[in-house]
């Protein structure tokens, strides 16, 4: 019988073991899959905005301290420029603040959405004195 017992013990053993190694090379797998769709998927915010120093200069010349920044911001406060309505109850706004595109020449792109769908808008802005930040929308659709 104590052989018997030590048969089934082994049997065990080896099965748990082999499916704790299956179990962490498969999680392996997937961690190493996952890190490299990663760094292929993300974008360092940096290369979003295309302003050159030249740029960054004049509109800290204008009055924004911290341009890239302000200009995010206060493209934020203004939900009204979305032309594409919420739907289900959603309220459209411009959330993801990596997303915009700051363009030379006073252009942005900006995705807004309401958690349910997404609009595209090209915005333009001039920097008035004192830094105040005025929008005008040049183009925008709910998009996919």
């Known amino acids: 019988m104590s052989r018997r017992i030590w048969l089934t013990v082994a049997v065990i ?17 997937a961690e190493a899959r996952a ?3 990663e760094a292929r998927s993300i974008e360092p915010v ?27 911001s206060d ?4 939900p009204d420029l979305i032309p594409v309505g919420g739907v289900f109850g959603g309220t459209m706004g411009f959330y993801d603040r990596d997303g915009i595109v700051l363009l030379p020449g006073g252009y942005v792109y900006a995705p807004a959405d309401d958690g349910h769908i997404l609009a595209h808008t090209v915005l333009r802005y001039e920097v ?17």
Do not use: C, F, M
């Open 13 to 29: 053993l080896v099965a748990s073991l082999t499916g704790n190694v299956y179990l962490a090379s498969r999680t392996w797998r």
């Open 35 to 37: 890190k490299r769709a």
């Open 46 to 72: 940096h290369q979003r905005v295309l302003l050159t120093d030249i740029d960054l200069l004049d509109l800290k010349a204008a009055g924004l301290t911290d341009p890239v920044n302000q200009l995010r």
């Open 75 to 78: 493209l934020g406060a203004h």
């Open 128 to 144: 008035k004195p004192g830094g105040k930040i005025e929008w005008k929308l040049l183009d925008g659709h709910a998009g996919e």
